[in-house]
């Protein structure tokens, strides 16, 4: 199995914002959603994007709705641990891991949704599943890479498959500032 060689970087900046601040559009959505608990909004601020984020807890798990900064739907996240990934997925994450690093500790799992605002709420308003729904799990891991350190997030499909890491950086510049 071969490994990616070359990462990308991901930096995100989390600020809690108003809904007043948030487009209508992912309001209505969040609103259409029938969530039992209190939304929390955050603008992100990335490298090279923007994006709005619903955070809250609904039946016991943790979501994040993400919708573009003019209020598309981008995908809903949930919260899972390692085990309530697929059997064959989960082996296959391993295996991929294990290839790639020295030593890894998985630090937060998420199922992601999307293929559309429409798919993605029937599924889980209804729990009708159409051909259209993309299913894929992000991982945040902790990795010893080359010597050293670093915290990843690796994306995979939902059958397990390899698709992206991003090496996730704590500040935007590679300087040190004095």
Same mark, same amino acid.
Request: proline fraction near 1%.
């Given at each position: 199995?071969?490994?990616?060689?070359?990462?990308?970087?991901?930096?995100? =900046?989390?600020?809690?914002?108003?809904?007043?601040?948030?487009?209508?559009?992912?309001?209505?959505?969040?609103?259409?959603?029938?969530?039992?608990? !209190?939304? =929390? #909004?955050?603008?992100?601020?990335?490298?090279?994007?923007?994006?709005?984020?619903?955070?809250?807890?609904?039946?016991?798990?943790? $979501?994040?709705?993400?919708?573009?900064?003019?209020?598309?739907?981008?995908?809903?996240?949930? =919260?899972? %641990?390692?085990?309530?990934?697929?059997?064959?997925?989960?082996? !296959?994450?391993?295996?991929?891991?294990?290839?790639?690093? $020295?030593?890894?500790?998985?630090?937060?799992?998420?199922?992601?949704?999307? @293929? %559309?605002?429409?798919?993605? #709420?029937?599924?889980?308003?209804? %729990?009708?599943?159409?051909?259209?729904?993309?299913?894929?799990?992000?991982?945040?891991?902790?990795?010893?890479?080359? @010597?050293?350190?670093?915290? +990843?997030? +690796?994306?995979?499909?939902?059958?397990?498959?390899? $698709?992206?890491?991003?090496?996730?950086? $704590?500040?935007?510049?590679?300087?040190?500032? +004095?």
């Amino acid at each position: 199995m071969a490994f990616a060689a070359s990462a990308q970087l991901k930096y995100e =900046k989390e600020v809690r914002v108003k809904p007043s601040n948030v487009p209508s559009a992912a309001i209505a959505f969040v609103d259409r959603m029938q969530l039992e608990r !209190k939304v =929390k #909004w955050f603008k992100e601020t990335g490298i090279d994007r923007s994006s709005f984020e619903a955070k809250t807890k609904h039946q016991g798990q943790r $979501l994040s709705i993400e919708f573009s900064v003019d209020g598309r739907f981008e995908d809903l996240e949930v =919260k899972i %641990g390692q085990d309530d990934m697929s059997g064959t997925a989960h082996a !296959k994450v391993r295996q991929y891991l294990e290839s790639a690093h $020295l030593f890894y500790r998985i630090k937060k799992v998420q199922v992601q949704y999307s @293929g %559309g605002s429409d798919t993605v #709420w029937e599924f889980f308003v209804g %729990g009708v599943r159409s051909e259209l729904l993309i299913v894929r799990y992000e991982l945040v891991v902790s990795a010893k890479h080359k @010597g050293s350190f670093a915290m +990843y997030e +690796y994306l995979f499909s939902e059958e397990g498959d390899f $698709l992206q890491r991003a090496r996730i950086t $704590l500040s935007v510049t590679d300087n040190i500032e +004095y």
